[in-house]
C-alpha cells in the first residue's frame, strides 16, 4: 500500500498534530511502581466525592430532567452566575453572567479561541516556554508562533514591545498563564500586569489570560488579573473548575467582555459540541456554591504548600549543585533545570528507575532548550515526593 498516497487523505492541519509527551507518559505512570511527577493532576485524595453523593441528589430533586436534557450554548444560567460573582472581587467591576461562557474544560476554551482566530500561518505571541496543551490547541489550527523572553517575574515587557514591533504578520493575540505558569510555577510580576495590558491595548493585539491556578495561592497576596485593568483591547478570561473541584467534570468558563467576540465564540462551540454536559455544570453549581467549597480549596491550598515544600526541600537535600529549581507560590509545579544535561534523554534514564517528569523542551515552541524539568507536586504522597527526588538526583548525577 502506498503510504503517501493514503495519508493525503487528510486535513492538512492533521500534519501538526503529535503525540503529546505528557499524554504518552501518563501510560507509563499507570504502573503501580512508577513515582510520577509527571501529569497536571490533583490529588485523588481530596475530590469530594462523599459530599458529591449528596449534591447528586439534590441536582437530581430540584432540577431532575432540566438536568439530562440539552441546554443552551451559553451554559445553564446557575453557573453563569456562580462565575459572575466568583470573579467580580478579582476583576474589580461586577462581572455579569451575560459575559461568560461555560465551556468544556478551559481546553476547549482554547480551542474555541483560536477556531476563531486563527488562519494558517497567523502568528500568536507565546510565553517561552509555555503551556503544552494550548501549543497542541493552536496547533491544530496552523499557527505559528513568537515568543516573549521570561524571567522570574513572569513574560519582561520589553521582550513583548519588541516581538511586536518585528512581527510579521502581525500576531492574532497574545497567551499567557499569569498565576504559577504551566511549566514553570513562575507568578507575572504585580507591576508587569497593567503594563502588559497596555501594550496589547496599544497595538490592538487580543489577551487570552489562562488562570487555572489562581486560586492555588500558598503565600502572599492575590494579585489583579489583567481582566482587572480597564481596557479598549480585547481580553478574554480563561477559568476552570478543574483543580478546585475535579477535571473530570470538565467544567470551565471563559469572561468575554466584547459581545462581537463572545458571539464567534459561541457559534463556534455549537458546532462542536451544542453545549457542555448540563448534568456536569448542576452539579458543579450544586458544590461550588454549597459552604463546603471554600473549605475545600483551603484544603488544597494547604495540601499543596505542603508537599510544595517537601519536593524543595528534597532538591535541596538530594540534588547535585548543577540542578537548580525555583520555589513557586502557589500552584501544582516547580520548575528544575540541571546544566548540561539533556532531560529528554534523562528521562528514559528515570523511567528505568520508576520515576518520571516532563522534559522542559516540549514547553518551548522551538524545542530549542534542552535542560528544563516540569515537577508536579500535588499528586504524590511526602512519601513518594522525597524518594522520587532522589531517584531523579541519582539518575541526573549518573548523566552528568
Ligand atoms: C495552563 C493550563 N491551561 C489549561 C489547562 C486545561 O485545563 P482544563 O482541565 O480546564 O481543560 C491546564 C491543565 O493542566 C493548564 O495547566
Not at 476583576?91 to 480551542?111: A, K, Y
Not at 522570574?152 to 516581538?163: R, T
Not at 450544586?286 to 515544600?309: K, M, Q, W
Request: aromatic share 8%.
Amino acid at each position: 500500500m502506498n503510504l503517501a498516497a493514503s495519508s493525503t487523505r487528510f486535513a492538512r492541519r492533521t500534519a501538526r498534530l503529535r503525540a503529546s509527551t505528557i499524554r504518552e507518559m501518563l501510560k507509563v505512570t499507570q504502573q503501580p511502581d512508577v513515582i510520577s511527577f509527571g501529569g497536571g493532576l490533583p490529588a485523588p485524595e481530596l475530590f469530594p466525592c462523599d459530599a458529591m453523593v449528596a449534591r447528586m441528589r439534590d441536582v437530581m430533586q430540584r432540577y431532575g430532567p432540566a438536568a439530562m436534557q440539552y441546554s443552551v450554548t451559553e451554559g445553564i444560567p446557575e453557573m453563569r452566575s456562580w462565575v459572575a460573582q466568583r470573579l467580580s472581587p478579582r476583576f474589580g467591576r461586577t462581572v455579569t453572567p451575560s459575559e461568560t461562557i461555560i465551556v468544556n474544560g478551559s481546553q476547549q476554551g482554547l480551542d474555541l479561541v483560536a477556531k476563531i482566530m486563527v488562519d494558517p500561518g497567523d502568528h500568536v505571541v507565546l510565553e517561552n516556554p509555555s503551556y503544552l496543551g494550548a501549543i497542541q490547541a493552536f496547533d491544530a489550527y496552523e499557527a505559528r508562533y513568537l515568543t516573549a523572553q521570561t524571567d522570574e517575574d513572569g513574560i519582561i515587557p520589553e521582550s513583548l514591545e519588541q516581538v511586536l514591533r518585528e512581527a510579521a504578520p502581525f500576531p492574532k493575540f497574545l497567551y499567557l498563564v499569569p498565576n504559577f505558569q504551566n511549566p514553570t510555577g513562575r507568578t507575572l510580576a504585580a507591576q508587569r500586569r497593567e503594563q502588559i495590558v497596555r501594550i496589547c491595548e496599544r497595538c490592538d493585539l487580543p489577551i487570552v489570560e489562562d488562570d487555572p491556578y489562581g486560586e492555588l495561592r500558598f503565600e502572599g497576596e492575590d494579585l489583579p488579573p489583567l481582566s482587572f485593568y480597564p481596557t479598549n483591547g480585547t481580553v478574554i478570561y480563561v477559568g476552570t473548575g478543574s483543580k478546585v473541584i475535579s477535571p473530570g467534570l470538565r467544567v470551565a468558563w471563559l469572561v468575554i467582555p466584547n459581545e462581537e467576540v463572545r458571539e464567534k465564540v459561541v457559534l463556534a462551540k455549537q458546532g462542536a459540541d451544542l453545549h457542555s454536559g448540563t448534568l456536569a455544570q448542576y452539579l458543579f453549581h450544586a458544590y461550588a456554591s454549597s459552604g463546603d467549597f471554600d473549605p475545600h480549596v483551603r484544603a488544597i491550598r494547604e495540601l499543596y504548600r505542603h508537599r510544595r515544600d517537601v519536593m524543595h526541600a528534597a532538591l535541596q537535600e538530594f540534588s547535585p549543585s548543577s540542578v537548580s529549581f525555583n520555589y513557586p507560590h502557589g500552584g501544582m509545579f516547580l520548575w528544575a533545570r540541571a546544566a548540561g544535561i539533556d532531560t529528554a534523554e534523562l528521562l528514559e534514564v528515570c523511567t528505568r528507575r520508576r520515576v518520571v517528569f516532563v522534559p522542559g523542551e516540549s514547553f518551548y515552541p522551538a524545542r530549542d532548550v534542552h535542560d528544563g524539568m516540569r515537577l508536579n507536586f500535588s499528586n504524590q504522597s511526602e512519601e513518594n515526593i522525597r524518594e522520587g527526588i532522589k531517584r531523579l538526583a541519582e539518575a541526573i548525577k549518573l548523566s552528568s
